[in-house]
């Protein structure tokens, strides 16, 4: 080849290298346009899920850890009695659930759900009505920042909704919920599977952040981001910083061979297809299916007042802590072990004044121990022990 280069014209090398060179542009140009096509499909285009897919995946007969079995498991949580509020209820799958509906109506509970998918929320309102839940459960299609019930609920879900947000989204929505919820009592619940950086390795966390967002343009249903542990703290922690902490447990685990898709009443072709080939792929060498619960608490009265004390007035924080600590029971005994140890052995003087035994007189004051407690101070009067108790308190 290089003999071959050698004997050829140089025009005719030169402009094999030009045209290789605008081979390489042509491509470059190309995956960009198709990248761009991408992001804006996954992140800028608007999105309605397919209900007819989404229940066939998410379904109580879909898999042992579906919604609707993650719904009862928090619901039997709630205090009977008690509201909730459902952040992104969708079409409300988990209303075709009887256990579901079997514990609204026993435990008096009463479910509000919002969404901003007018037609997911048209869905709903119908399953509502359809099942005769209009006095326990409702649907509206608003931001649920919008919402004015302040301090009602005890409990505020997002039910594999907060991936489908952008973090700063969520964040907000987070942070102005809180307000909403009964103070102290009102606890928050994230019900999604997280991605675990360790289990799954580098390029698995990036496969993953590419792949799952992408899944809804074969399948019409939106999973949403893939969300680590790692990014799970920060976000609760940015949404609400005055909660002493969250909880993290996996509430349900099942292995992909469990589940049971049933595609039949789908009737998008596009969507069916894909959901056969995810569907096999899952059967085939899917990983295990871990469904987590995040539980977010509010700060107890107690706590945020020492929280304010130690941020905003450090010092007198430090006093009030001491003075609440001081325990004179076990003070005072040391005390009068100490005036003891002082007096004894002191020589007696003679006459009135101080003799050179006892180093003169001791004032008929008090010390001080705490701003509320005062102890009698041990007096030296002609050498001797007034009120000579200090060995016995």
Known sequence: LD????????????????????????IAAGAAVLGAAWWWAVHRKPHEDDDEVYTALFGAQASP?????????????????????????????????????????????????????????????????????????????KDARELETVGTYDAILFMESFPCMTKPLFVDIFRSVQRLLKREVGVTYLYHNLGDPKKLGTAGVLLG????????LFLGVDFGRL??????DELVRAGAPSA????????????????????????????????????????????????????VRQRKAKERERRRCVVHEPRKCRVAAWA??????????????????ACKGRRACGGQGAGPGCRGLARADTLKVSSRVAVPRCRLVNCGLEGAALGGG
């Open 227 to 232: 969300t680590t542990l790692t990014e799970m």
């Open 244 to 295: 002493p902490g969250f909880e993290d447990e996996i509430l349900l685990s099942a292995a992909c061979s469990e589940a049971s898709i049933d595609l039949s009443g789908v009737s998008n072709r596009w969507h069916y297809c894909w959901a056969v080939v995810v569907r096999a792929v899952m059967m085939a060498c899917g990983p295990r299916m871990e469904q987590h619960l995040i539980t």
């Open 65 to 141: 850890v579906a919604t609707p079995h993650g719904f009862v498991k928090i619901l039997q949580r709630v205090p009977k009695g008690g509201r909730v509020l459902d952040i992104g209820i969708g079409s409300g799958v988990y209303l075709e659930h009887p256990p579901v509906r079997q514990l609204i109506v026993e435990r008096e509970l009463t479910v509000d759900g919002v969404d901003i998918c007018d037609p997911s929320i048209v869905i709903c309102q119908e399953r509502i009505q359809k099942h005769g839940l209009e006095k326990h459960c409702s649907a509206v299609c």
């Open 324 to 341: 609440s600590g001081f325990d004179i029971a076990r003070v005072w005994p040391l005390v009068a072990r100490h005036l003891a140890r």
């Open 209 to 216: 952040r590419i792949l799952k967002p992408s899944v809804k």
């Open 3 to 26: 003999v071959d280069r050698a004997r050829a014209p140089p025009h005719r090398v030169q402009g094999a290298a030009g045209t290789m060179s605008t081979d390489l542009r042509l």
